[in-house]
């Protein structure tokens, strides 16, 4: 099986910064993307940015010039850098596996973001 472990949810304030990790264990090939979503209470689950195998990077047009994603290859890892921090940027994200035939998600870290 794939694991997807993440971490480096917490409090932030307005403004603040937090870096999301998740390492990837088991055996798979194939990739085709690695995502983070994100989703609030009540809100739909949103595709907030992506990394192909090739190493292009998008993201959702509320995060763009404010968060980065990267991969460490070697660590099977991928990160979420998230700076200026918004309140509406507070909800569960989740890291995404996108294999050829299947998806897998890890557990989902909280970010919460204070006024």
């Known amino acids: 099986q794939v694991q997807l472990v993440e971490s480096g949810g917490g409090l ?3 403004g603040g910064s937090l870096r999301l990790s998740c390492a990837a264990s088991g055996s798979f090939f194939g990739i085709n993307a690695m995502n983070w979503y994100r989703q609030a209470p009540g809100k739909q689950r949103e595709l907030v940015a992506l ?3 090739g190493g292009s990077t998008n993201y959702a047009d509320s995060v763009k010039g ?4 990267s991969r ?3 660590k099977n890892t991928v990160y979420l850098q998230m ?3 918004k309140p509406e940027d507070t ?3 989740y890291c995404n596996l996108q ?3 299947q998806d897998y ?3 989902g870290t909280q970010v919460t973001v204070s006024s």
């Not at 404010?66 to 994603?69: L, Y």
């Open 12 to 14: 932030v304030q307005a």
């Open 51 to 53: 990394i192909t195998s």
């Open 66 to 69: 404010r968060f980065t994603i």
């Open 72 to 74: 460490d290859n070697l």
């Open 83 to 85: 700076n200026s921090l």
């Open 91 to 93: 909800g569960v994200y």
């Open 99 to 101: 294999l050829l035939l």
């Open 105 to 107: 998600w890890g557990q």
